[in-house]
């Protein structure tokens, strides 16, 4: 059974700061790993998608990496702004096009 | 890009009343829809997956007979639940694919469900 952990739980960083995020599973045999923004009460927002043979994705300020040998994941948050608070989740898909394994989520705050 | 709209976004109801959200793809054919339930300051869980016209797989642990699924069209599953109950209050989100391979999964906004 596939599990993702994300670490830390929780993270505040003043503003302007580059940070970068944890995501770690179990099982290595991936389809896919995504990451996604949450604000509180609200839906999710895709950030970045990498597909299993990939090693990166960039959009803007962010940069998600994978290593599926190791099973970890990181997300890059660049010069952070107070616009970027919110819960960070990564996913991960172990089929293409079926379900989702959700991480335990990062809270981040940037302090203006 | 593609967009799910999920409906109602937040519904208040009495205990034992049964209610129902809809999940629509806007501007795609969703062969596959899938149901995520979310408690406070957790992650989600996936409740359920929905193809177009065949009966929805449940997770285990989830009552398919309380969460009622139904994926009658390309754009459009439901998902109601029946003689809710406090214990049910939660944020459910739905997110659909479409017949490309290695799609992305696309989420509604989600429904809150207070159940008094």
């Known amino acids: 059974k596939q599990e993702v952990t994300q670490i830390p739980a929780a993270l505040s960083v003043p503003e302007g700061e580059n940070l970068v995020l944890n995501c770690s599973f179990t099982?290595?045999?991936?389809?896919?790993l995504q990451w996604f923004r949450q604000d509180p009460g609200k839906g999710l927002t895709s950030l970045l998608l990498i597909q299993s043979s990939q090693r990166e994705q960039t959009s803007g300020r962010l940069n998600a990496s994978l290593d599926k040998s190791s099973g970890r994941s990181t997300l890059y948050i660049a010069a952070s702004q107070p616009g970027d608070s919110a819960t960070y989740l990564c996913a991960v898909s172990n089929f293409g096009n079926e379900k989702l394994t959700f991480g335990t989520g990062t809270r981040l705050t940037i302090i203006p | 890009g593609a967009v799910v709209s999920q409906h109602p976004s937040w519904v208040i109801c009495k205990s034992g009343t049964s209610v129902k959200i809809e999940c629509r793809s806007l501007?795609?054919?969703?062969?596959?829809m899938f149901w995520y339930r979310q408690f406070p300051k957790q992650s989600l869980m996936l409740m359920a997956t929905s193809n177009e016209g065949s009966k929805a797989t449940y997770e285990q642990g989830v009552e398919k007979d309380k969460f009622l699924i139904n994926h009658a069209s390309l754009t459009l599953s439901t998902l109601t639940v029946t003689s809710a109950h406090p214990e049910d209050s939660s944020f459910y989100i739905c997110s659909a694919t479409g017949t490309v391979v290695a799609q992305p999964q696309h989420f509604g906004d989600g429904t809150r469900l207070s159940i008094l």
């Open positions: 501007d795609f054919q969703a062969t596959t």
């Open positions: 099982d290595s045999a991936i389809y896919n």
